[in-house]
Nanobody, 133 residues
């Protein structure tokens, strides 16, 4: 069973930066035709929304609200996903979740997963990001 463990959340002032990490274990990546990993956030009183997605071929997709500020990347050798968050704004506040979708056949399209986060198969417990003015 897959386990996703996030780290790197914290409190920062507006304009600051944070780097989130997520270690994925319990899956044999080579056993699947493709996969997508991503970050989803949930602000208090709001639904979860996709923030950034990366596919196994390193194709990426971003929510409009974070384009130009956030960068998603992966280290396949370490089974680790990252989210570099720059120029943070108060509206970036929330719980950030790492999530994974594994495909037994065919490609995983990052745009599709960004628009429908229900496609993710596995989720982490989340890490809190707080941005103060």
């Amino acid at each position: 069973q897959a386990q996703l463990v996030e780290s790197g959340g914290g409190s920062v002032q507006a304009g600051g930066s944070l780097r989130l990490s997520c270690v994925v274990s319990g899956y044999i990546f080579s056993g699947y035709s493709s996969y997508c990993l991503g970050w989803v956030r949930q602000a208090p009183g709001s639904e979860r929304e996709g923030v950034a997605i990366i596919a196994d071929d390193d194709t990426t997709s971003y929510a409009d609200s974070v384009k130009g500020r956030f960068i998603i990347s992966q280290d396949s050798a370490k089974n680790t996903l990252y989210l570099q968050m720059n120029n943070l704004k108060p509206e970036d506040n929330g719980m950030y979740y790492c999530a994974a979708r594994f495909m037994e056949e065919g490609p995983c399209y990052s745009d599709d997963v960004l628009e429908n986060i229900a496609l993710f198969h596995a989720w982490g417990q989340g890490t809190q990001v707080t941005v103060a003015l």
